[in-house]
T-cell receptor, first 114, second 114 residues
Framework: GENVEQHPSTLSVQEGDSAVIKCTYS??????FPWYKQELGKRPQLIID?????GEKKDQRIAVTLNKTAKHFSLHITETQPEDSAVYFC?????????????FGGGTRVLVKP | SAVISQKPSRDICQRGTSLTIQCQVD?????MFWYRQQPGQSLTLIAT?????????ESGFVIDKFPISRPNLTFSTLTVSNMSPEDSSIYLC???????????FGQGTRLTVV
C-alpha cells in the first residue's frame, strides 16, 4: 500500500520568512496530493491540493509543487504570519479508483514567531 | 463543501463499555470514511463506510472492535467496542461528495477511556 513520509516534524520560522514542508510517497499510481492544516483542537482543513497532471499550483501565499519522477511534493508558505502556526499534513491517494483513500504523512508542527 | 455534524464532540467512558459516534452530512455523499488520530499523531484510516454493505477495514482494524453502519448516503456511525485506555483518541468522520473530489472532515470526537 501507499506510504507517505513527511519532513520536518517541527518547523520554527520568524514571521515574514518562508516555510517549506516536504513529502515523499511510495505508490507511483497515486494521482492526488492534498495538504491539510489542523489548528489545535480543530478539524483538519484542506488548504491546497494538486493532481498529478500539473507540476505546481499556487493560492496566494501557499504553493505546492509535485515531482512525479522523484515521487515527492512540497508545500511552500511565503510571508508567514502567526496565524499560520498549526500542524500541517500531506496526503496521497489514487482518485477515481474504487476504494480511493487518503494516506497521510506524519505531520509538521509549524510555529511562526512574531 | 458539505456540512458535517459529528456527535458526541467528546466523551469520557469506562473501560469495557462501548460508544457509538454519529456522522451526519447535509447532502448526499459518495464516500464516507472513519479515521483515528491518537494524541499528537497523524490520521490513520480505520475503514471506508459503504452504503448498504459491510465496511471495508484497513489492516489492524476489525469489525468486532469497530462496527460501522451506513444506512444511507448522508449518515454513518462508528462504534468503539469493549473500550480500553488505548482507545483514547480523536475519531474523525470524513466525506467526499463525489468520486475524485476533495475530502472534508467532521469536527471529531475526543474519546477518553478511564
Amino acid at each position: 500500500g501507499e506510504n507517505v513520509e513527511q519532513h520536518p516534524s517541527t518547523l520554527s520560522v520568524q514571521e515574514g520568512d518562508s516555510a517549506v514542508i516536504k513529502c515523499t510517497y511510495s505508490d507511483s499510481a497515486s494521482n492526488y496530493f492534498p495538504w491539510y492544516k489542523q489548528e489545535l483542537g480543530k478539524r483538519p482543513q484542506l488548504i491546497i491540493d494538486i493532481r498529478s497532471n500539473v507540476g505546481e499550483k499556487k493560492d496566494q501565499r501557499i504553493a505546492v509543487t509535485l515531482n512525479k519522477t522523484a515521487k515527492h511534493f512540497s508545500l511552500h508558505i511565503t510571508e508567514t504570519q502567526p496565524e499560520d502556526s498549526a500542524v500541517y499534513f500531506c496526503a496521497a491517494s489514487l482518485k477515481g479508483a474504487a476504494g480511493n483513500k487518503l494516506t497521510f504523512g506524519g505531520g509538521t508542527r509549524v510555529l511562526v514567531k512574531p | 463543501s458539505a456540512v458535517i455534524s459529528q456527535k458526541p464532540s467528546r466523551d469520557i467512558c469506562q473501560r469495557g463499555t462501548s460508544l457509538t459516534i454519529q456522522c451526519q452530512v447535509d447532502s448526499q455523499v459518495t464516500m464516507m470514511f472513519w479515521y483515528r488520530q491518537q494524541p499528537g499523531q497523524s490520521l490513520t484510516l480505520i475503514a471506508t463506510a459503504n452504503q448498504g454493505s459491510e465496511a471495508t477495514y484497513e489492516s489492524g482494524f476489525v469489525i468486532d472492535k469497530f462496527p460501522i453502519s451506513r444506512p444511507n448516503l448522508t449518515f454513518s456511525t462508528l462504534t468503539v467496542s469493549n473500550m480500553s485506555p488505548e482507545d483514547s483518541s480523536i475519531y474523525l468522520c470524513s466525506v467526499e461528495q463525489g468520486v475524485g473530489t476533495e475530502a472534508f472532515f467532521g469536527q471529531g470526537t475526543r474519546l477518553t477511556v478511564v
